[in-house]
């Protein structure tokens, strides 16, 4: 079976930093996409990042270009998201998700998803 779990969130303040990570397990992920999202109160829920198993394919949406950084330990089975120079809009509950095929941004796309885990910027 197979599992997604999220860890690393918090409270923190505007222009500070996390790192939240997802540890993977239950199946082989090669040939599949990993990817970060996250869903604020009453909107859409919304790509961040995207990455090849590999490592070879990264995707980010204009918001967070520059700020956040995903990268995959394929030894640990665990994807990162280095979140920097955080605002307040960035606070949502952020989510791992996996899918065969390559990185997209859309959510229906994903087959896998973790838990979720709350990042909350304050101003």
């Known amino acids: 079976q197979v599992q997604l779990v999220e860890s690393g969130g918090g409270l923190v303040q505007a222009g500070g930093s996390l790192r939240l990570s997802c540890a993977a397990s239950?199946?082989?992920?090669?040939?599949?996409?990993m990817a970060w999202f996250r869903q604020a109160p009453g909107k859409e829920r919304e790509f961040v990042a995207g990455?090849?198993?590999?490592?070879?394919?990264?995707d980010y949406p204009d918001s967070v270009k520059g700020r956040f950084t995903i990268s995959i330990d394929n030894a640990k089975n665990t994807v990162y998201l280095q979140m920097n120079s955080l605002k307040p809009e960035d606070t949502a509950v952020y989510y791992c998700?996996?899918?065969?095929?390559?990185?997209?941004?859309?959510?229906?796309?994903?087959?896998?998803w973790g838990q979720g885990t709350q990042v909350t910027v304050s101003s």
């Open positions: 998700a996996a899918r065969p095929g390559g990185s997209v941004s859309s959510p229906r796309l994903y087959r896998y």
């Open positions: 239950g199946r082989t992920f090669n040939m599949y996409a």
């Open positions: 990455i090849s198993w590999t490592g070879y394919t990264i």
